[in-house]
């Protein structure tokens, strides 16, 4: 939800603020904007991607050493050239990049526009700069101004500001929107995450809420917005480079589903404790007895980590026999809810970043809850506010659907859920046979993509539909739902997932000869329920695509496509039963023509409430 660059050292900054907006656009792409100081301030913005601001910079491209960068998730203001970041105070000495929303733009901006101030445009962001020289105009320092109008300001930013005021600083300051600092050999990147940095260093650091950071020329100091000193820890940036690179596919939606086996070899790696017959998650070390003696499993998660999570569900309840609830975070904070003291609250999130499950987590933690996380991105706010937690591993994922780090935060469920289970109530032999089950899964995950051009030949076919139906029951039901969502946000048709046995309380009213609906059906105890769905479904004529168990010929007889997934442990089917889905909104998408990385009016990470 908007990505944040900037740059000080001896090269000129804005090859690096364009790369970096790049590697950013995931975040939002309705507009990119740069700005940059060689004497004078230059700033380029243009509504739409980043190659349209590069298109547009192109001629006279701005100059100099320092510079920030802004890509757009639209909030206040519809997406155009005015609207795009880095907005300017009146007088066009400051320029200031934001990511979050200031809640109070609006009674601010009357008082200062009765001060004489005059606005541009319909953004919140420019309300914050205009409020900065405001200050300024009072007579503080520059740094005194931008805190003071920061703690003025109700809402949530990650901001970068520059100015000819002091030519060789860059400000930023954080408060719900991630801002990392990357420490290079003479030269600073200020980012929203690690992926516009580690071309430049690996060394890191990440602010927190409430603090800020100066970038100058041979020194970088941090502090809170009340003028705090703070020695921020370096980190080390665990990816590669290449693993933000296409890798020679299409789009890296299609390169992220490939991944899956190689993911989910690397959530399961060093984890499975043979001798024991469980598993080791090093992360959980220091809450050992509290997941022991939880009462209550809580889990926080939106989107498609909202669906792994009713799996875990599932999971936890069917295997460790420990009562779960599952919560859009969206929700839990705002319904005051009932937390006891020996409740475990689960956050997952591949960003780490999202606000409305950081919010939940804070909400869980403040009624004394023990708070773990399920995050893939190391040294995001959530892993880094979680009493303890497991990361996914998936690796950096870019495309704005998620598949690799559905199917790792699948992977961590089944691991935390075996050792939940091996100490409660779960014997050896049966943790031994799911670890073999465990090591398995790649090998099955490869067969199962090779069935990729079947897909796609059925993708051809339906590529026209309005409407898509998905229908799976068990743990099975969630699976439905993540392809629902899949096809959705790519593809832009309507689509809904539904417990198949729930279809005839109402959808099967949808059902016609246009109407194609995928049934989830593997084999397992619940299999002749489903069948007894697809019969419903094809006496009125609907189009049946079946994920089905290799070796269930019965099923063939049924549906009018059948893409075969192989046999594993029900509770781990999921894993394999979502990739036929993900390939099929994949295909259907590109058929249409959609911009499948980037579709619009979403954003990767939703740092906004
Ligand atoms: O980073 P998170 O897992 O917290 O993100 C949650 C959702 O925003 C995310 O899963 C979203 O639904 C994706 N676009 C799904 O493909």
């Given at each position: 939800m908007c990505g944040i660059v900037g740059y000080i050292g001896p090269e000129e900054a804005l090859p690096v603020l364009m790369n970096g907006l790049k590697r950013l656009e995931y975040r939002g792409y309705d507009s990119a904007g740069v700005a940059t100081i060689d004497g004078g301030l230059t700033i380029g913005k243009k509504v739409g991607k980043v190659t349209e601001l590069e298109k547009l910079i192109a001629a006279n491209p701005p100059g100099g050493t320092i510079g920030i960068g802004h890509t757009r998730w639209a909030t206040h203001g519809e997406p155009n050239d005015i609207n795009a970041h880095p907005h300017t105070d009146q007088f066009g000495e400051i320029a200031l990049i934001h990511n979050g929303i200031i809640e109070n733009y609006a009674t601010i901006k009357k008082t200062l526009e009765s001060d004489g101030y005059t606005f541009?445009?319909?953004?919140?962001t420019e309300v914050l700069v205009q409020l900065i020289r405001a200050f300024y105009d009072k007579g503080n320092s520059l740094e005194r101004a931008f805190r003071l109008a920061l703690k003025s300001v109700v809402g949530t930013y990650g901001v970068a500001m520059i100015s000819t005021i002091e030519p060789d600083r860059i400000y930023a300051a954080r408060n719900g929107s991630p801002l990392a600092i990357g420490i290079g050999d003479g030269e600073y990147i200020l980012a929203s995450d690690a992926s516009a940095i580690v071309q430049h260093t690996r060394h890191v650091t990440y602010l927190t809420d409430g603090e800020m950071a100066i970038l100058e020329r041979d020194k970088y100091t941090t502090k809170t917005i009340d003028d705090i000193p703070v020695t921020k820890e370096i980190e080390e940036?665990?990816?590669?480079?290449?693993?933000?690179?296409?890798?020679?596919?299409?789009h890296f939606m299609l390169k992220e589903i490939f991944e899956q086996p190689d993911t989910i070899r690397n959530a399961m790696r060093g984890r499975l404790q043979r001798d024991e017959s469980t598993v080791r998650l090093g992360g959980l070390r220091t809450v050992t007895e509290k997941l022991r003696d939880a009462r209550r499993i809580i889990i926080v998660a939106c989107g498609t980590s909202w669906h792994s999570a009713l799996v875990g569900e599932y999971m936890f309840e069917q295997l460790a026999g420990i009562p779960t609830e599952v919560e859009y975070a969206s929700e839990f904070r705002y319904r005051d809810p009932v937390i006891f003291k020996d409740d475990l609250v689960i956050a997952i999130s591949q960003s780490g970043e999202t606000a409305d499950t950081l919010a939940a987590l804070r909400e869980a933690k403040r009624r004394g809850a023990t708070a773990i996380g399920i995050v893939?991105?190391?040294?995001s706010t959530i892993a880094r506010e979680t009493e303890a937690g497991v990361y996914a591993h998936a690796g950096p994922e870019i495309g704005v659907a998620s598949t690799k780090a559905f199917t790792s935060q699948l992977m961590v469920l089944a691991l935390m859920t075996v050792k939940l289970a091996r100490m409660r109530r779960m014997g050896a032999a049966e943790g031994a046979q799911i670890l073999k089950a465990f090591e398995e899964l790649p090998a099955k995950i490869e067969e199962t993509l090779a069935h990729a051009e079947q897909v796609r030949a059925i993708a051809h076919t339906y590529a026209g539909a309005r409407n898509f139906l998905y229908l799976g029951r068990g743990y099975n039901f969630p699976v439905a739902l993540e392809g629902a969502l899949k096809l959705k946000e790519i593809s832009y048709i309507h689509a809904e997932g539904y417990p198949a046995a729930e279809m005839k309380h109402g959808p099967i009213a949808l059902i016609d000869e246009n109407m194609p609906v995928v049934f989830v059906a593997p084999?397992?105890?619940?299999y002749e329920k489903v069948i007894s769905n697809i019969q419903e479904v094809r006496a009125r004529s609907g189009r049946v695509i079946a994920i089905a168990t290799e070796g269930?010929?019965?099923i063939e007889s049924l549906a009018e496509h059948v893409i075969y997934v192989p046999r594993t442990l029900p509770f781990l089917a999921p894993i394999l039963n979502v990739l036929p889905l993900q390939l099929l909104s994949y295909y259907i998408a590109v058929e249409r023509g959609c911009n499948v990385d980037q579709p619009r009016n979403l954003a990767k990470s939703v740092t906004v409430e």
């Amino acid at each position: 939800m908007c990505g944040i660059v900037g740059y000080i050292g001896p090269e000129e900054a804005l090859p690096v603020l364009m790369n970096g907006l790049k590697r950013l656009e995931y975040r939002g792409y309705d507009s990119a904007g740069v700005a940059t100081i060689d004497g004078g301030l230059t700033i380029g913005k243009k509504v739409g991607k980043v190659t349209e601001l590069e298109k547009l910079i192109a001629a006279n491209p701005p100059g100099g050493t320092i510079g920030i960068g802004h890509t757009r998730w639209a909030t206040h203001g519809e997406p155009n050239d005015i609207n795009a970041h880095p907005h300017t105070d009146q007088f066009g000495e400051i320029a200031l990049i934001h990511n979050g929303i200031i809640e109070n733009y609006a009674t601010i901006k009357k008082t200062l526009e009765s001060d004489g101030y005059t606005f541009r445009t319909q953004t919140d962001t420019e309300v914050l700069v205009q409020l900065i020289r405001a200050f300024y105009d009072k007579g503080n320092s520059l740094e005194r101004a931008f805190r003071l109008a920061l703690k003025s300001v109700v809402g949530t930013y990650g901001v970068a500001m520059i100015s000819t005021i002091e030519p060789d600083r860059i400000y930023a300051a954080r408060n719900g929107s991630p801002l990392a600092i990357g420490i290079g050999d003479g030269e600073y990147i200020l980012a929203s995450d690690a992926s516009a940095i580690v071309q430049h260093t690996r060394h890191v650091t990440y602010l927190t809420d409430g603090e800020m950071a100066i970038l100058e020329r041979d020194k970088y100091t941090t502090k809170t917005i009340d003028d705090i000193p703070v020695t921020k820890e370096i980190e080390e940036i665990t990816f590669d480079i290449g693993e933000l690179e296409k890798g020679g596919y299409e789009h890296f939606m299609l390169k992220e589903i490939f991944e899956q086996p190689d993911t989910i070899r690397n959530a399961m790696r060093g984890r499975l404790q043979r001798d024991e017959s469980t598993v080791r998650l090093g992360g959980l070390r220091t809450v050992t007895e509290k997941l022991r003696d939880a009462r209550r499993i809580i889990i926080v998660a939106c989107g498609t980590s909202w669906h792994s999570a009713l799996v875990g569900e599932y999971m936890f309840e069917q295997l460790a026999g420990i009562p779960t609830e599952v919560e859009y975070a969206s929700e839990f904070r705002y319904r005051d809810p009932v937390i006891f003291k020996d409740d475990l609250v689960i956050a997952i999130s591949q960003s780490g970043e999202t606000a409305d499950t950081l919010a939940a987590l804070r909400e869980a933690k403040r009624r004394g809850a023990t708070a773990i996380g399920i995050v893939n991105v190391v040294g995001s706010t959530i892993a880094r506010e979680t009493e303890a937690g497991v990361y996914a591993h998936a690796g950096p994922e870019i495309g704005v659907a998620s598949t690799k780090a559905f199917t790792s935060q699948l992977m961590v469920l089944a691991l935390m859920t075996v050792k939940l289970a091996r100490m409660r109530r779960m014997g050896a032999a049966e943790g031994a046979q799911i670890l073999k089950a465990f090591e398995e899964l790649p090998a099955k995950i490869e067969e199962t993509l090779a069935h990729a051009e079947q897909v796609r030949a059925i993708a051809h076919t339906y590529a026209g539909a309005r409407n898509f139906l998905y229908l799976g029951r068990g743990y099975n039901f969630p699976v439905a739902l993540e392809g629902a969502l899949k096809l959705k946000e790519i593809s832009y048709i309507h689509a809904e997932g539904y417990p198949a046995a729930e279809m005839k309380h109402g959808p099967i009213a949808l059902i016609d000869e246009n109407m194609p609906v995928v049934f989830v059906a593997p084999d397992d105890d619940i299999y002749e329920k489903v069948i007894s769905n697809i019969q419903e479904v094809r006496a009125r004529s609907g189009r049946v695509i079946a994920i089905a168990t290799e070796g269930d010929e019965r099923i063939e007889s049924l549906a009018e496509h059948v893409i075969y997934v192989p046999r594993t442990l029900p509770f781990l089917a999921p894993i394999l039963n979502v990739l036929p889905l993900q390939l099929l909104s994949y295909y259907i998408a590109v058929e249409r023509g959609c911009n499948v990385d980037q579709p619009r009016n979403l954003a990767k990470s939703v740092t906004v409430e």
